[in-house]
């Protein structure tokens, strides 16, 4: 059984800074496409950023390129999102996903909150 824990969100001021976590609990981490999704009120959830288990990379939404940045450690089961330059459009719920062929799993979620 997989399970994904989120943690690190907050309420920050517009151009500010937050770095969100994701523990992934269960095996074969190495093999899942690790992502961000958020959802903001009244809208559907959104893709944010990925990273590619077989090393072929990253992805970014067109909206946080420059700003936000997803990486992830093999050796502690986890993946970060940094996110710079943060705006209040980028306030949201945000979720962590891990996806590998068939498999589909989800976090709970973390509020992030950007004051102007």
């Known amino acids: 059984q997989i399970q994904l824990l989120e943690s690190g969100g907050g309420l920050v001021q517009a151009g500010g800074s937050l770095r969100l976590s994701c523990a992934f609990s269960?095996?074969?981490?190495?093999?899942?496409?690790m992502g961000w999704f958020r959802q903001a009120p009244g809208k559907e959830r959104e893709f944010v950023a990925a990273l590619y288990w077989n090393g072929a990379g990253s992805k970014y939404a067109d909206s946080v390129k420059g700003r936000f940045s997803i990486s992830r450690d093999n050796a502690k089961n986890t993946v970060v999102l940094q996110m710079n330059s943060l705006k209040p459009d980028d306030t949201a719920v945000y979720y962590c996903?891990?996806?590998?062929?068939?498999?589909?799993?989800w976090g709970q979620g973390t509020q992030v909150t950007v004051s102007s």
């Open positions: 269960g095996r074969a981490f190495s093999r899942y496409s």
């Open positions: 996903n891990a996806k590998w062929g068939y498999y589909d799993y």
